[in-house]
């Protein structure tokens, strides 16, 4: 199957920062699949989101060596193309429920506006009405009069699924669309999505600070540190390698329900982010010489690719292994 | 902790709020204790009343009804007058503690604050007691002289606990205190919390809503729905064997790496509000009978020290709780 979104090379620098904040990112994604961005606050996720979504002003630089949606350069588009494609064949998801929504007018009128823009109103009203009702949202008629503040937090999240996916798009993009909420809304929103991406053949791009969340769903896996991709490949894989020692630090950081209790978490040290060798190396348990000097490529490491100068060595064992 | 009398004690407390023509009956029959040293975790969805309970407890809030003792003695009694016996041996530490120092003054200043008003120490000993206070939440003492806006959230949050042990509190509040955290800043300040309690024997009440985090750190769990105690009991064995639809609910939502659908499954079951009778958890329940839609359930005694508010906790087996995860029906991952 030909990926439906190709990305080779992303590089993105804001204005006046003296490092790319995004560098050399790459990954295909299938129509159907999901992709899972992971990292911590910082590493990058949202200006990746952003950068294909083509939601950078034109004061930051965005480069790439590919990056095409449904066989066309996203970087050459034109205003009017990118304004129908955003409209209609991608959509985003955004972190913050209350700040992706105008206080001062209702949730129908919000997303009446967003079918507007997309050139699909009123044709798509049945539509919205039967998707906030997929989404879990009661009796949708009678709440698409209501304004924000009626609606939680996990009902605003609804509420935009719902506006996102309405005009049909073949691409979804959400940047941590479930961090603000509790789990258990988190769970049922995050069920919902895969079932709505399987029934529509819906590509996601899936951005989460805790790879535990997004890993039911993601069959594939990105992980950034610094801007950087320093583990890639398939979900499932990279749970069982963790061959990055940042990747080992994550996971090893969260307690679980079935692991030890009341015992010190394997808690990374903090540090800068490296400008020359390994961006890691500065809070890396096992780093060497090597890795304060010249910067590892993302290389094949039995199954995954890892950005590490010692993966797949023998004899080492993962620094943070619980 | 039966044979010992409770640092803290709950008992029956209500708290409701009038907000508009709304009353939120945020706290509704709440009862737990906390013993001297002990770790207790309360848990529940955003809206459940964890913060009110702490409001109460740091006598921020008074309560409708219901009482408040500390060490044996009422908690009016122990607020009469200037209240700074009890205002020094149980402090706060909150979600965001950039917000809860002033941004003007220095994090010495903020850290060194509770000594001076308590009147424990001034001038060269006070500076001394603020570095020593830096270093016992490992950070260097030299960041005394900086703003908030200029140190990390990870080194706020550890700065706004040195302010919270500066009088060598008995007890420490901890409102959501890692929840903003990355995950290896939460580590540590975890990490942190289990080294306060092992070297100062400071008993904590902490409130969070990831189930994972405060099952590492409690001794044992409060497990809070609309208001209520749901369940509580020893960590462990509430985790392990919940007595309780919610908190299995809680437990099934959990993130994991187990491939597929997640066992919480969706549940559109959910009503807007919460029911005027009977269990309120009844619409959401997979368990509900029609009994639990009129009769609001009390708590009972399942197990040692653990108690749950579920007519059908009877019924809740250590086998029937835990089956979920490992059976549902597989969807591959997109
Ligand atoms: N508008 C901006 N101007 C300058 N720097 C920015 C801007 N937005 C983000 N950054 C920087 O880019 C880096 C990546 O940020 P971001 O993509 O938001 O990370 P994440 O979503 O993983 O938290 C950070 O160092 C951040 O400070
Ligand atoms: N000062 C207040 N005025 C009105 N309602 C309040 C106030 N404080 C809390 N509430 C309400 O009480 C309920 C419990 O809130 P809270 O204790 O903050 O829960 P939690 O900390 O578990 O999220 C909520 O419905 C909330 O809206
Ligand atoms: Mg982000
Ligand atoms: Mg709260």
């Known amino acids: 199957m030909s990926p ?17 904040a995004v560098e050399g990112v790459g990954f295909d994604l299938e129509p159907g699949a999901t992709v899972a961005v992971v990292g911590e606050s910082g590493s990058g996720k949202s200006t990746v989101a952003l950068a294909v979504s083509r939601l950078l002003g034109p004061a930051v630089a965005v480069r790439a060596e590919t990056m095409t949606f449904e066989g066309r350069d996203l970087l050459g588009l034109g205003r009017e193309e990118l304004r129908r494609l955003r409209a209609g064949r991608i959509a985003m998801v955004f972190q913050s429920p209350s700040g992706s929504w105008n206080p001062t007018r209702t949730i129908g009128a919000q997303l009446v506006d967003g079918l507007r823009a997309a050139g ?13 009702s997929r989404v879990g949202i009661h009796d949708p008629e009678s709440r698409l009069n209501d304004y924000p503040h009626r ?126 060798g390994c961006v890691f190396a500065p809070r890396c348990p096992r780093a060497e010489d090597r890795c304060r000097t010249s910067e590892p490529a993302l290389r094949p490491v039995g199954g995954i690719e890892v950005a590490c100068h010692l993966a797949g060595e023998p004899g080492r064992e993962p620094a943070w292994r619980m | 902790m039966a044979d010992v009398t409770p640092l803290l004690e709950l008992r029956n407390l209500r708290k409701t709020f009038i907000a508009g023509a709304r009353t939120v009956q945020a706290v509704r029959d709440v009862s737990f204790t906390v013993g001297p040293g002990e770790i207790v975790g309360l848990v529940g969805e955003s809206g459940s009343g964890k913060s009110t309970v702490a409001d109460l407890v740091l006598g921020l809030e008074r309560p409708d009804s219901g009482e408040i003792f500390y060490g044996g003695r009422p908690l009016p009694e122990l607020l009469a007058g200037s209240g700074r016996g009890y205002r020094a041996a149980v402090q706060a530490v909150f979600q965001d503690s950039v917000q809860a120092m ?22 060269a000993a006070l500076r001394a007691r603020v570095a020593e206070l830096l270093r016992a939440v490992h950070l260097d003492p030299a960041l005394a002289g900086r703003y908030p806006h200029q140190i990390s959230g990870g080194q706020a949050q550890r700065a706004g606990i040195a302010r919270a042990l500066a009088l060598k509190p008995a007890l420490l509040v901890c409102d959501e205190a890692v929840s903003a955290l990355d995950v290896s800043v939460q580590a540590q300040i975890v990490n942190l919390f289990l080294e306060i309690q092992e070297r100062y024997g400071t008993a904590m009440l902490f409130i969070g809503h990831s189930l994972p985090v405060v099952r590492h ?13 749901a369940e509580q009991g020893p960590a462990e064995q509430v985790c392990s064997a919940p007595r309780h639809p919610y908190t299995r609910l809680l437990i099934d939502s959990a993130p994991s790496f187990e491939p597929g659908p997640s066992p919480a499954g969706p549940r559109r079951t959910r009503g807007e509000g919460l029911p005027a009778a009977g269990c309120r958890f009844a619409p959401r329940c997979p368990l509900v009978t029609d009994t639990c839609r009129t009769a609001d359930p009390a708590p009972r005694e399942v197990g040692a020290g ?29």
Do not use: N
């Open chain 1, 4 to 20: 439906i979104l190709s990305v080779r090379g992303l590089t993105v620098r804001y204005p006046g920062t003296a490092r790319p």
């Open chain 1, 120 to 132: 699909r109103w009123p044709e798509r009203r049945d539509a919205l009405v039967a998707l906030l």
């Open chain 1, 151 to 276: 609606f939680s937090g996990g009902m605003l999240q609804r509420a935009m699924i719902a506006g996102a996916l309405v005009t049909e798009p073949s691409l979804l993009i959400a940047d941590e669309p479930t961090s603000a909420l509790d789990t258990t809304v988190q769970a049922e929103i995050l069920e919902i999505l895969d079932e709505l991406r399987a029934e529509r053949d819906l590509a996601m791009i899936l951005i989460s600070h805790d790879l535990g969340v997004v890993a039911r769903l993601a069959r594939h896996t990105l992980v950034l540190y610094g801007g950087r991709t320093v583990e890639r490949g398939p979900t499932a894989e990279i749970y069982r390698h963790r061959g990055h020692p940042y990747t080992q630090g994550l996971l090893a950081a969260v307690p679980r329900l079935d692991g030890p209790r009341k015992t010190p978490l394997p808690a990374m040290a903090q540090g800068p982010v490296a400008h020359s």
């Open chain 2, 102 to 123: 002033d941004g003007r003054k220095t994090v010495g200043w903020s850290i060194a604050e509770p000594l001076v008003i308590h009147k424990v120490a001034r001038g």
């Open chain 2, 217 to 229: 750190l409690a001794d044992r769990m409060v497990v809070m729905y609309a208001g209520a105690v």
């Open chain 2, 306 to 334: 653990h108690s749950s508010a579920c007519l059908r906790a009877g019924e809740l087996t250590v086998a029937e709780t835990r089956p979920s995860r490992f059976s549902t029906e597989k969807r591959r991952p997109g």
